[in-house]
């Protein structure tokens, strides 16, 4: 019970986080602190800690959370419809971040982290497959990048011509494909190689270089590149 005039125990607490924040920054803290300290921002008069380790025991980690669509998160009790959008706010602008740096690199074949970064942040929480591309300049610079399919991807869903359609469209000389693997495992399939192999001669026919396929899995990534089999 809290006394008139006297401030609730919790109070201390969130000021504390706080300074720790502006202090030392976000990697100091344990996740459920991370966690507790977004919520403040939710939640403005109470005790924040049980729903913070309450929502990472539903998702399993911190990632997981940030990963989970609005409609599971509305599902842990003590979840509101403003919680779960500032938790999905997060999500959007740390993928927004990363796309800006992808999209500001000299050269993301020399230099790939940035891509990964913004593809594992985009696709590796995904339930579902989908198939984006990378257009490239000359310079190996990013044009554009988009989602050309979701769901089931295999060569029969992903055409070389609407591919190509698009490169053209953004007047790129050469492309990245990426996709992800909700399983988990990055490895390719046939199906996997198949497709790449339709791609990589389609592209070459109008002299569109394709300088990789990346597929997401959900701790890992797999180059076609690097593995040397484009």
């Known amino acids: 019970m809290v006394v008139a005039g006297e401030l609730p125990h919790y109070a201390g607490h969130r000021r504390r986080l706080k300074g720790r924040l502006s202090e030392s920054g976000l990697s100091v803290f344990q996740d459920y602190e991370a966690v507790e300290l977004i919520l403040t921002y939710a939640l403005a008069r109470k005790d924040v800690k049980p729903l913070a380790k309450d929502l990472l025991q539903a998702f399993g980690s911190f990632r997981g959370l940030l990963d989970a669509p609005l409609s599971e998160l509305l599902k842990v009790p003590g979840v509101s419809d403003h919680t779960a959008l500032l938790f999905r ?42 198939f984006r591309m990378i257009y490239l300049n000359t310079r190996n610079r990013v044009i554009e ?30 492309l990245i494909m990426v996709h992800n693997h909700p399983s988990g495992s990055a490895q390719p399939s046939a199906e996997d190689r198949e497709l790449t ?19 997401i899995g959900r701790d890992s990534h797999f180059s076609f590149l690097e593995n040397n089999i484009l």
């Open 89 to 130: 706010l997060i999500k959007e602008a740390a993928d927004r971040y990363l796309r800006e740096k992808m999209l500001e690199a000299a050269d993301v074949i020399a230099s790939p982290g940035d891509l990964l970064n913004y593809c594992r942040s985009k696709m590796g929480g995904l339930k579902d497959e989908q």
């Open 145 to 174: 990048e988009e989602v050309l399919q979701e769901g089931t991807v295999d060569q029969t869903a992903v055409y070389p011509r609407k591919v190509l359609e698009r490169a053209i469209r953004f007047k790129a000389t050469a």
């Open 197 to 215: 192999r339709n791609l990589v001669q389609a592209a070459g026919n109008l002299q569109i270089k394709v300088h990789d396929h990346l597929i």
